[in-house]
């Protein structure tokens, strides 16, 4: 008896011990494993006194969602939370979930650097996904450059700039002004052109491009050049003048709401696509929802992507887009590259093991994404994109259809040249 007794308060301190370091360790596992999901100390990923806390890191959204640009912008919001939704659901970026502070452009350029300005100095935001307009761009660009901030830009643009300090996930000139007059030039054997335009930086200086390429190369003529304030509304008097210089080529770079006018009174006044060719590198399926696919139908289109794209990657990208936005909803060019934005400063952040913005820098260059909605990018050395250019002829529908691709284009921004 007196064995039995021993060997049971035996068995019972040994029980004991091993229900205590099988707790021991749990507990130690258990916090490794916390430790483990929360990323790296806060110390060693944000040197430079970004808004990175253990669990969270705050980024700006930076669009109009106001004013005449709201029409073209809207979408680009839209893609950049529903890209920093989705990261978040995978658990964030070096294990902190993102948050953002989203300010309004508000279509007025000195409010972009403004609002720049709070974000960057105030806020402290690891990055800034925004702006549209060349212009805002501009009004920006020395903000971020002064408080080292970082800049994902997702408008297809004029190119002439590289800076340290902003990512282009859009289309540069080479990638989109020269190959879709060389398209065209091809295609519908044109020899003369009509430049028109918005009055500011972009359409000027992308129609400044244009018109050396027609000249230069293709040996074309550019029969008249025209701009307009943003918001204008009345075209009468320069369609009278297309009308009697009869172009081969109406190559048009209005922008915002403007575009609603423009085509309603180009079809009220006759000028419709089975007479008249009409290319535009500013007119996706964010303005087309407003202008109206029975206005644009038959003119073409030069961007990147169109929503139609027939691809995988581009079918769960609507998908999930209209799961969210709603099934009415559309994608637009731009509002594709903004979605890469997130991704794009995802991938770097990771790469380096840092949100400082220097580090992220240095890591992007080759960064590649193979599950962009356009089918592939790559981040090259100079900040833009490896891109496809593509040709949407437009429908009734307000879809485009896409008639034309081609290879994978380098980034060029500084084509010899056109400066």
Same mark, same amino acid.
């Given at each position: 008896?007196?064995?039995?007794?021993?060997?049971v308060?035996?068995?019972?301190?040994?029980?004991?011990?091993?229900?205590?370091?099988? &707790? =021991?360790? #749990?507990? /130690?596992?258990?916090a490794? +494993?916390?430790?483990?999901?929360?990323?790296?100390? *806060?110390? !060693?990923?944000?040197?430079?006194?970004?808004?990175?806390?253990?669990?969270?890191?705050?980024?700006?959204?930076?669009?109009s969602?106001?004013?005449?640009m709201a029409?073209?912008e809207?979408?680009?919001?839209?893609?950049?939370?529903?890209?920093?939704d989705?990261?978040?659901?995978?658990?964030?970026?070096?294990?902190?979930?993102?948050?953002?502070?989203e300010?309004?452009?508000?279509?007025?350029?000195?409010?972009?650097?403004?609002?720049?300005?709070?974000?960057?100095?105030?806020?402290?935001?690891?990055?800034?996904?925004?702006?549209?307009?060349?212009?805002?761009?501009?009004?920006?660009?020395?903000v971020f450059?002064?408080?080292?901030? &970082? =800049?994902y #830009?997702? /408008?297809?643009?004029?190119? +002439?700039?590289?800076?340290?300090?902003v990512?282009? *996930?859009g !289309?540069?000139?080479?990638?989109q002004?020269?190959?879709?007059l060389?398209w065209?030039?091809?295609?519908k054997?044109?020899?003369?052109?009509?430049?028109?335009?918005?009055?500011?930086?972009?359409p000027?200086?992308?129609?400044?491009?244009?018109?050396?390429h027609i000249?230069n190369?293709?040996?074309g003529?550019?029969?008249?050049?025209?701009?307009?304030?943003?918001?204008?509304?009345?075209?009468g008097?320069?369609?009278?003048?297309?009308?009697?210089?009869?172009?081969?080529?109406?190559?048009?770079?209005?922008?915002?709401?403007?575009?609603?006018?423009?085509?309603?009174?180009?079809?009220?006044?006759?000028?419709?696509?089975?007479?008249?060719?009409l290319?535009?590198?500013?007119?996706t399926?964010?303005?087309?929802?407003?202008?109206?696919?029975?206005?644009?139908?038959?003119?073409?289109?030069?961007?990147?992507?169109?929503q139609?794209?027939?691809?995988?990657n581009?079918?769960?990208f609507?998908?999930?887009?209209?799961?969210?936005w709603?099934?009415?909803?559309?994608?637009?060019?731009?509002?594709?590259?903004?979605?890469?934005?997130?991704?794009?400063?995802?991938?770097?952040?990771e790469?380096?093991?840092?949100?400082?913005?220097?580090?992220?820098?240095?890591?992007?260059?080759?960064?590649?994404?193979?599950?962009a909605?356009?089918?592939?990018?790559?981040?090259h050395?100079n900040?833009?994109?490896?891109?496809?250019?593509?040709?949407?002829?437009?429908?009734?529908?307000?879809?485009?259809?896409?008639?034309?691709?081609?290879?994978?284009?380098?980034?060029?921004?500084?084509?010899?040249?056109?400066?």
């Open positions: 008896m007196r064995n039995n007794r021993s060997e308060r035996f068995n019972s301190k040994m029980r004991k011990s091993i229900v205590a370091l099988a &707790l =021991l360790v #749990y507990g /130690t596992l258990s490794s +494993l916390a430790s483990y999901a929360a990323g790296p100390p *806060t110390a !060693q990923v944000n040197t430079t006194g970004l808004a990175v806390t253990d669990d969270a890191v705050t980024v700006g959204i930076l669009h969602v106001t004013g005449t029409i073209s809207a979408g680009s919001v839209e893609a950049e939370k529903l890209a920093i989705q990261i978040n659901e995978m658990g964030g970026v070096l294990g902190r979930k993102i948050k953002i502070i300010e309004d452009g508000a279509s007025d350029w000195p409010t972009f650097a403004e609002k720049s300005k709070k974000l960057l100095e105030k806020d402290k935001v690891a990055s800034v996904m925004g702006c549209w307009t060349s212009a805002s761009r501009k009004a920006v660009l020395p450059e002064k408080n080292n901030g &970082l =800049l #830009y997702p /408008t297809f643009y004029e190119g +002439l700039e590289q800076s340290k300090n990512f282009y *996930t !289309q540069e000139a080479t990638q002004i020269l190959a879709g060389n065209i030039a091809q295609e054997k044109a020899k003369t052109f009509y430049l028109i335009g918005s009055d500011y930086i972009w000027r200086t992308s129609n400044k491009i244009a018109r050396k000249e190369v293709l040996k003529t550019v029969v008249g050049e025209e701009y307009y304030p943003l918001g204008h509304t009345n075209f008097s320069l369609i009278n003048k297309i009308k009697s210089k009869k172009p081969d080529v109406i190559y048009s770079i209005v922008v915002g709401g403007s575009n609603v006018a423009w085509y309603k009174q180009l079809k009220a006044a006759g000028i419709t696509s089975d007479k008249w060719n290319l535009t590198i500013s007119v399926e964010d303005e087309v929802k407003g202008i109206g696919g029975e206005n644009v139908d038959g003119f073409y289109s030069m961007m990147k992507y169109f139609s794209l027939d691809i995988d581009n079918k769960k609507v998908a999930a887009f209209k799961k969210k709603g099934a009415d909803s559309v994608i637009g060019d731009v509002t594709q590259a903004a979605y890469l934005g997130p991704w794009l400063w995802k991938a770097a952040v790469k380096a093991g840092s949100f400082d913005v220097d580090k992220v820098v240095a890591a992007s260059p080759g960064i590649e994404l193979t599950t909605p356009e089918g592939y990018v790559k981040i050395a900040h833009h994109l490896w891109s496809k250019a593509r040709v949407g002829k437009w429908k009734k529908d307000g879809q485009a259809e896409v008639i034309y691709t081609s290879e994978l284009i380098e980034p060029n921004p500084f084509p010899a040249g056109y400066q």
